[in-house]
């Protein structure tokens, strides 16, 4: 990157054509969009886009459409060499890019894991984001432990997602849709972490389990962390069982 603090200059123009969109950055909100012309509408404040020597937009893709649409000048800073990396650089410092943000940069292009993490979300859809991330990655950890989510949101945000196993994630994912008949907290991130443990145990019948929850579903009930929705699972399990499984260890 040959710019420096000097370089540095404000230019404007409305050759809206000269601006192009950047591979993998995030996906343009038509509400956010709105707002911002609302509020240009009011007053239109110099707010520079950054763009790099292709002029594609690497910060200020919803200031540009929103300036466009009213055909009002774009202010911009070039800047040679940046590209993807420096996006999300730039948005991680500014709290602007969530971790969605990431999913659907790096499938955008074609990062296969993320790829299959967005197919997985599509067809599951009601699992959410963090149920889905936990069945794809086995990250069965309680959820009080800051250093490997931390770890583990930093390898995502750094494009390192690992999928360690698609089919079994497509298995536990259609036995907790079953398991949603009969307990609405089916997919908060606890529980799945729960079940994703327990299914990789071979004492445990995830089939005879959703029997039991079906009978006796009013034994159920949202719990905190892990270990307390195993206890609780291995209540129902057991439940009027004649040879209890021990499901904790």
């Not at 649409?69 to 650089?89: A, T």
Request: glycine share 6%.
């Amino acid at each position: 990157m040959s710019n420096n603090k000097k370089d540095i200059v404000v230019q404007s123009t409305t050759d809206y054509g000269r601006f192009k969109s950047l591979a993998g950055n995030r996906v343009v909100n038509p509400l956010h969009v709105q707002r911002l012309t609302r509020s240009f509408r009011e007053e239109y404040l110099i707010s520079p886009i950054i763009v790099n020597e292709r002029f594609e937009i690497i910060d200020g893709q919803h200031r540009f459409a929103a300036a466009m649409s009213e055909s009002l000048p774009v202010y911009f800073i070039l800047i040679d060499g940046y590209r993807l990396p420096q996006v999300q650089r730039l948005n991680t410092s500014t709290s602007n890019w969530k971790k969605v943000d990431y999913l659907n940069s790096y499938a955008d292009l074609g990062v296969l894991p993320y790829v299959q993490m967005k197919r997985f979300m599509g067809k599951f859809p009601t699992l959410g984001f963090s149920a889905s991330e936990c069945l794809l990655t086995q990250n069965v950890g309680g959820i009080n432990n800051k250093g490997r989510d931390s770890a583990g949101k930093r390898n995502f945000q750094q494009g390192d997602l690992v999928i360690v196993d698609l089919e079994f994630a497509h298995q536990a994912a259609l036995k907790i849709l079953e398991i949603s008949k009969h307990y609405e907290g089916y997919n908060r991130s606890a529980f799945v972490r729960s079940i994703s443990m327990l299914m990789q145990k071979p004492v445990f019948d995830i089939d005879y389990f959703i029997g039991k929850l079906e009978r006796y579903s009013s034994m159920f009930s949202d719990r905190q962390s892990v270990n307390e929705y195993i206890i609780l699972i291995e209540e129902v399990y057991n439940y009027r069982k004649r040879d209890p499984d021990n499901l904790r260890f």
